[in-house]
């Protein structure tokens, strides 16, 4: 049976140290200011005037059955106006039409966020009383003198329909921060924070080397290929692929099987595979992998049996309806062709996994015993292993955002690897200072690793507190804003509009 790992196209089927530390430590204080001081810099930008739409209101979409429209003066129009006023002026032919989409985009998505968050409100039932728009209009606004007080001169100037507009939106902004204050404001208990922080003070720095599996020796490949020689018998192949409608295909079949059409001709004409303009030629491949196509394995060693130059039987498959030309038939490998080895190791470090962990393993555990003589640098010297350098780190199962993780601190990504595996994490954080680990898988090998010291970061608990609440409104807002674009309620039809009535005015 295919895996579903395996699960392609029929299109795609075919082969073809402290002050390190210190510095990664400022560099990621400073990435959660980041997230939450947004500098707007202003600069006069002929974006926003180009691509003007063909009409004067267009609708991208809708939210919850409200539209999420473009028009003059409205949200979307001044989102729009106002991120193509602060986009750098460094546009080139290159990314010209690229920072057009990034502009319209932004300002959609923001639009979308805002009609969300409104209609919650007006859903909510949230009433803002008229003595609340008084005190806010009183305040600050647009009737706010030079000297900082409400100008009864500067309201008295202006029209009563101007003083109702102003009122309106006062009324539907307050509303909306209403909302956005109970979505994303955050009350954390000192207890809280000081239970992180404890969390985020303990680390743990280290060296590793790293056995990776595509490491496996020649020998051993070659061993394996020639103990199952099978997997790796070739077929050259010519295939039709057809439409899953069985009457449609056995008509086609008989008249490729009579010669009163050619099989090149069928394909060419009939095909839904991407060998179908040339005819239907495939070309080489291994048992295994035609294995793929079929739900049983004594289908393929029916096809391998089929003799040179003859047409297969129709054969109901996962694409379809498939029939196959024998253009040359079983043929072993050749072995000493480097690139069909490299496809055995493929094979076994996808198929035979395990196979492959244990001889990495054993070669860790060789390792360790030499480094507890010799030194864990120098027997890595010795043994010709890269020693990767991991700065101080707190235990952070899945990279949390409020603290390090070695998501931030491993450059070489082996241990990043590692940070949703809770064994592997086990193993890291009880093994004593100078003192190496056991051996651990990784996605793409097994790993050593040797913890050169525990550390106790008090900074750390210092940046917590300082930005805890901010994170933490970060981390809600991202959420937020995934729950309402994976939202059954929106529709998106951006690319459509933007493409038709937005690009074609360029």
């Not at 490491?215 to 057809?242: C, G, K």
């Not at 391998?304 to 490998?333: C, H, Q, W």
């Not at 010709?384 to 450059?411: C, G, I, K, R, W």
């Not at 507190?465 to 998106?492: L, P």
Request: net charge negative; aromatic share 14%.
């Amino acid at each position: 049976m295919p895996s579903s790992k395996n699960q392609a196209t029929v299109q795609d089927f075919k082969k073809d140290q402290n002050n390190g530390h210190k510095k990664k430590r400022f560099i990621w204080i400073l990435s959660v200011i980041f997230l939450i001081l947004v500098v707007a810099v202003f600069v006069l930008s002929p974006l926003a005037g180009v691509f003007a739409p063909s009409q004067g209101s267009l609708v991208f979409g809708s939210y919850d059955g409200v539209p999420i429209e473009y028009a003059y003066g409205n949200y979307f129009y001044e989102q729009q106006q106002s991120i193509a006023s602060s986009w750098q002026e460094d546009t080139t032919d290159e990314n010209y039409q690229w920072q057009i989409y990034q502009i319209w985009k932004t300002a959609f998505d923001n639009t979308v966020l805002h009609t969300a968050i409104t209609k919650q409100a007006r859903d909510s039932g949230i009433f803002v009383t008229d003595n609340a728009v008084d005190t806010y209009l009183l305040t600050q606004g647009p009737y706010i003198g030079e000297d900082g007080t409400f100008s009864a001169e500067l309201y008295n100037s202006t029209s009563g329909a101007e003083q109702a507009s102003v009122r309106e939106s006062v009324r539907a902004s307050m509303e909306y921060q209403t909302v956005v204050n109970d979505l994303f404001s955050t009350l954390s208990s000192p207890e809280e924070i000081d239970y992180i922080n404890t969390m985020a003070q303990d680390e743990k720095s280290f060296e590793y080397v790293v056995f990776p599996l595509n490491d496996y020796p020649e020998e051993r490949v070659l061993s394996y290929a020639q103990a199952n020689l099978l997997l790796f018998t070739e077929i050259d192949i010519s295939m039709i692929t057809l439409e899953d409608d069985e009457a449609a295909a056995e008509a086609l079949y008989e008249k490729i099987k009579s010669g009163e059409l050619l099989f090149e001709d069928a394909a060419r004409s009939n095909s839904i595979d991407g060998f179908a303009e040339d005819g239907g030629e495939a070309g080489v491949f291994a048992f295994y992998e035609i294995a793929q196509l079929f739900s049983t394995e004594d289908e393929v060693h029916e096809l391998f049996s089929v003799a040179e130059g003859d047409i297969s039987r129709l054969y109901k498959t996962e694409y379809g309806y498939n029939v196959f030309r024998i253009n040359k038939g079983s043929m072993f490998p050749d072995l000493t062709d480097e690139k069909k080895l490299s496809a055995v190791k493929s094979y076994i470090i996808q198929n035979d996994t395990s196979l492959v962990e244990n001889y990495m393993y054993q070669r860790a555990e060789e390792f360790a015993a030499a480094a507890d003589r010799n030194g864990f640098t120098d027997e890595a010297t010795a043994r010709d292993l890269t020693v990767h350098e991991v700065a101080a780190t707190p235990l952070n199962y899945d990279s949390s955002t409020f603290m390090q993780s070695f998501a931030n601190t491993d450059p070489s990504r082996y241990l990043a690897s590692v940070i949703a595996d809770k064994a592997a994490l086990k193993t890291l954080y009880t093994t004593p200072a100078q003192t190496t680990s056991t051996p651990i898988t990784t996605p793409d090998g097994v790993l050593l690793a040797y913890c050169t010291e525990d550390v106790t970061a008090e900074d750390e608990g210092f940046s917590l507190s300082m930005f805890y609440s901010y994170i933490v409104q970060q981390v809600n807002q991202e959420q937020y804003t995934k729950t309402i674009f994976s939202s059954d309620k929106f529709e998106d039809d951006f690319l459509n509009v933007f493409f038709s009535e937005i690009l074609q005015n360029g």
